[in-house]
T-cell receptor, first 112, second 116 residues
């Protein structure tokens, strides 16, 4: 089955800096890659996603890039703010099933 | 986005008892998924709930321990049976929006279970 590796497990940045989280996946049939933000005690919230027919997608300060050949995708957050502090999960889905497989998560801390 | 609610939001239970968690979606969805999230960990899929057929369980999860019902296209239940402290976790239901399984997937608020 699918295996998703996520790095780093923790990331601390200064407010205003950029943050990058990277994920790799194993199943070449995967074609959908969402990113979720989970604040303490809250549900995972979808913040951006990308499909395999696109190489990059942006939404304001957040962008995701996908390299299908290398089977990796990354989340980029620019101009980080303290409210960006949370755990971020990448996931992959595709093939004949519709299950999301999650990475282990990255705890992002944005220091004021 | 689909609005997903769960009941109860939290519970404290004695070992050996069972708890049924309800998940309600505000629109019809084809599949519903049940996840477990242990403290400080990622999300692990327990099973896929399909309307009109048996749930499909992931490796390490069995129907006797986690029976699932899916009586219609907006509702599902997960029961955690014969609980032990190791079952203490957050249980979340999730669904892709609408009938298209390729749509974005949203999560319920979770049920925080503590087993004493």
């Amino acid at each position: 089955g699918e295996n998703v590796e996520q790095h780093p497990s923790t990331l601390s940045v200064q407010e205003g800096d950029s943050a990058v989280i990277k994920c790799t996946y194993s199943d070449s049939a995967s074609n959908y890659f969402p990113w979720y933000k989970q604040e303490l005690g809250k549900r995972p919230q979808l913040i951006i996603d990308i499909r395999s027919n696109v190489g990059e997608k942006k939404d304001q300060r957040i962008a995701v890039t996908l390299n299908k050949t290398a089977k990796h995708f990354s989340l980029h957050i620019t101009e980080t703010q303290p409210e960006d502090s949370a755990v971020y999960f990448c996931a992959a889905r595709g093939g004949s099933n519709y299950k999301l497989t999650f990475g282990k998560g990255t705890l992002l801390t944005v220091n004021p | 986005s689909a609005v997903i609610s769960q009941k109860p939001s939290r519970d404290i239970c004695q070992r050996g008892t069972s708890l049924t968690i309800q998940c309600q979606v505000d629109s019809q969805v084809t599949m519903m998924f049940w996840y477990r999230q242990q403290p400080g960990q990622s999300l692990t899929l327990i099973a896929t709930a399909n309307q009109g057929s048996e749930a499909t369980y992931e490796s390490g999860f069995v129907i006797d321990k986690f029976p699932i019902s899916r009586p219609n296209l907006t509702f599902s239940t997960l029961t955690v049976s014969n609980m032990s402290p190791e079952d203490s976790s957050i249980y979340l239901c999730s669904a892709p929006q609408g009938a298209d399984l390729n749509n974005e997937q949203f999560f319920g608020p979770g049920t925080r279970l503590t087993v004493l």
